[in-house]
């Protein structure tokens, strides 16, 4: 964990942003052509992690035998379930920022940071946009795809964009197979990752629909009007 304060013995209202990718971190012929990470932000994680966990029962009832939701690998049965508990959603504000692989700036092309570029964006546009309230503090929780060392260097990179919102946060890496608001993410970054990579618009779409999608491509070495 690590954690600025920007006041002490202040009492803080949290917004949590769980933060999840799609695509992979090779950029060699045989990696995705595109790279693409969702952030889906919420002031009531627990109310947006209750529709899931309930179909979840739902589907353990019917025979179907899964332990959390991750897009790539699930039914297409399973799938139409989870868009459809996600559109009911009405507090969720998602966000997703993208970008072809080679277009990126050269210095963006390694994993490390590759993901402080994305998750950044992220970050930056939710306060941007005013989504977090001013007396909250921000929770971001992200999938721990980066290696430990390559984490602890995320947290002390990140720390002169934070002192710039003077706001309380809290940076954890976690498993999203441990959370629903993280396997929402996923399902997010997947859907705008499917319409990009295979032309398939349905799943985004109906996501879009419910939740007003935002997104945000990365061109060279940072991020343009999309």
Not at 33 to 47: E, I
């Amino acid at each position: 964990m690590w954690t600025s304060h920007s006041g002490e013995n202040a009492s803080h209202k949290s917004h949590f942003l769980f933060i999840d990718e799609s695509g992979n971190f090779d950029f060699g012929s045989s990696g995705s052509a595109h790279f693409v990470m969702a952030g889906v932000l919420t002031p009531n994680p627990l109310k947006s992690a209750l529709p899931l966990q309930a179909l979840r029962y739902r589907l353990l009832e019917q025979g179907i035998n899964l332990s959390s939701f991750h897009a790539a690998p699930d039914l297409q049965e399973v799938r139409n379930s989870v868009i459809e508990e996600i559109s009911t959603l009405s507090e969720l504000k998602a966000h997703v920022v993208f970008g072809r692989k080679d277009e990126l700036d050269p210095s963006l092309k390694n994993m490390q940071d590759l993901h402080f570029q994305f998750t950044t964006a992220l970050m930056r546009y939710h306060l941007d946009q005013g989504h977090v309230q001013e007396s909250s503090q921000l929770i971001v929780v992200i999938d721990q795809s980066l290696p430990v060392r390559a984490q602890a260097a995320f947290k002390s990179s990140i720390k002169p964009i934070i002192k710039q919102y003077q706001k309380q946060f809290q940076i954890y890496f976690q498993s999203m197979k441990t959370d629903y608001n993280g396997q929402i993410a996923d399902y997010v970054a997947w859907a705008k990752f499917k319409q990009l990579e295979r032309g398939e618009h349905r799943p985004w779409e109906a996501l879009s629909r419910s939740l007003r999608l935002t997104e945000q491509e990365i061109r060279g070495g940072g991020p343009s009007a999309s």
